[in-house]
């Protein structure tokens, strides 16, 4: 397998892949192909200013980029849609794996899985936007793992440019195992180039996935991105950085990240909020004395001072 041939994706992530992550991500590490934005929603009659912001061109610098929508139905899609076109955006992913419970409720994400028809007018009303490449992101179903065998004929018919699986629940969330036998069963019925997403967190996983699915059309990194910026790269280039090289590039990424960021926050409370959670993936191996004091500061000048000590002893 050539890593040219395969396409990495960065997986959107709410409240964590926002512009200014991928804009800086790309910067410095690089390594990733597409990027896919948070999903945009209509609701309450609106797009929220803060999702319409993301997706805004003047926000965006990362050479490709695809936003992603949570629709239930086709008015719901018609109004994502608008702005999408606005924007001069001609491709789009459909979000059919999204596991919150307050999405599911409303048919959004995953829970259209176990709604075949519903699944069926949105994707016939794609057909209204000739000039636009979508694609899908979804789970194996809601509860049913098999809900994705009434589904695929559907998508099989869709003018798709791919389909990418999370080989899990929606129920599931992030729990147990992904479902690497049901993937394969999806794999040999699925029409359109596919996408593997899920617990990929080192080279040696990317390598092995490529070997037992050599047609795929490639891989979406998600939380494994986020706990090793450098996997991306470290693919494509076939080098294993070491901790030293993987923390100069993380305290460049993150002061960036922070200078970016803290003009548009109000104070530390808001400062900490934005930035503290990124912790939670990044480094996973960091030693858990500094990991601590990272989450427990509480102010911007001790998380700072905590982050610069943690990534001078990884």
């Known amino acids: 397998m050539v890593q040219g041939d395969i396409k990495i994706f960065a997986a959107p992530l709410q409240g964590f892949t926002e512009a200014v992550w991928r804009n800086i991500h790309c910067e410095v590490f690089g ?11 209509y609701e309450h009659g609106c797009i929220r200013n803060k999702d319409i912001r993301d997706i805004e061109r003047k926000n965006n610098t ?35 794996g999204c596991s919150f419970a307050l999405q599911v409720r409303k048919y959004h994400g995953a829970g259209l899985l176990p709604h075949p028809d519903k699944v069926a007018a949105i994707m016939n009303a794609t057909r209204q936007y000739p000039d636009i490449k979508f694609s899908v992101k979804m789970r194996l179903g809601w509860e049913d793992k098999h809900e994705w065998h009434n589904i695929l ?81 470290a693919y494509k280039q076939q080098h294993t950085f070491t901790n030293r090289e993987k923390a100069a590039l993380i305290a460049t990424f993150h002061n960036k990240l922070y200078q970016t960021l803290s003009p548009r926050l109000q104070g530390n409370t808001q400062q ?8 939670e993936y990044l480094l996973p191996d960091m030693d858990k004395r500094s990991r601590k004091a990272i989450k427990k500061s509480t102010t911007v000048e001790k998380y700072l001072a905590a982050v610069n000590n943690a990534l001078s002893n990884y």
């Open 31 to 41: 390594g990733i192909d597409c990027y896919v934005t948070p999903f945009l929603r």
């Open 62 to 96: 990362v050479p490709h980029l695809i936003p992603q929508i949570i629709a239930a139905n086709p008015e719901e899609l018609a109004s994502l849609m608008e702005l999408i076109a606005s924007e001069g955006y001609t491709e789009a992913d459909i979000n059919m």
């Open 153 to 233: 004929p559907i998508l099989n018919e869709t003018k798709l440019s791919h389909i990418t699986l999370h080989p899990r629940l929606g129920s599931e969330q992030y729990l147990n195992a992904a479902d690497i036998q049901e993937f394969a069963h999806f794999y040999e019925k699925c029409k359109h180039p596919l996408v593997y997403n899920g617990d990929i967190t080192t080279i040696k996983q990317i390598e092995d996935i490529l070997h037992q699915f050599p047609n795929l059309h490639g891989l979406m990194l998600g939380r494994g991105l986020l706990a090793d910026p450098t996997l991306g790269i």
């Open 272 to 279: 900490l909020n934005k930035l503290k959670p990124y912790w």
